[in-house]
């Protein structure tokens, strides 16, 4: 059993590692252009310099979950390896708070500028909530939330613009 504990290729989540491009897979396309810029980079450079973070899927196999881009031309230029960071599903989620894509707001404490800063974040990120009234969303949850909620489906009876499609929805970006 220490065998296998102090074994050169455990992984190290958060450590950055040099990775085969075989061993790693995507399901992102980047646009042509720019993969076939950032491959001719890489082929003179023979390396990448921003780090594909990749999750651990099992013994020689990993998903990139951020960076796909740089994956994607790593592949193009030849390279049989590249630099990449292994995170699990805590830094995973972190990693893409960190990107600026999307946000995770507490509501437990939130106050009015808050709810309204996120509401127009989300309408603006996110075709779904392209129609909704940010003040007057903001103000019923506001008023109506309980810290005993486990979704958002009340909100669909509140006549606030929050339907039974968009209810779901703002689980990705709020925290019961």
Not at 9 to 38: H, M, N, W, Y
Not at 111 to 125: N, R, V, Y
Request: one cysteine or more; glycine letters at 4%; a positive charge.
């Amino acid at each position: 059993m220490a065998i296998i504990e102090d074994s050169p290729f455990e992984v190290a989540f958060g450590e950055l590692q040099r990775i085969p491009t075989k061993f790693i897979s995507s399901d992102v396309k980047s646009p042509s252009i720019l993969v076939d810029c950032l491959s001719g980079i890489l082929q003179n450079s023979e390396r990448n310099l921003t780090p594909v973070f990749v999750r651990y899927l099992q013994s020689d196999q990993y998903e990139a979950v951020q960076n796909h881009l740089v994956y994607e031309a790593a592949v193009q230029a030849g390279l049989d390896f590249v630099w990449c960071i292994p995170v699990n599903q805590q830094m995973e989620e972190q990693i893409i708070l960190e990107s600026g894509k999307t946000i995770k707001v507490k509501l437990k404490g939130a106050d009015k500028k808050t709810l309204i800063d996120a509401l127009t974040f989300i309408k603006s990120a996110d075709p779904a909530f392209k129609s909704i009234k940010v003040e007057k969303l903001a103000t019923t949850i506001l008023s109506a939330y309980n810290p005993s909620w486990k979704n958002f489906k009340l909100l669909t009876k509140l006549k606030c613009g929050i339907g039974a499609k968009k209810a779901p929805l703002l689980e990705k970006y709020f925290i019961l």
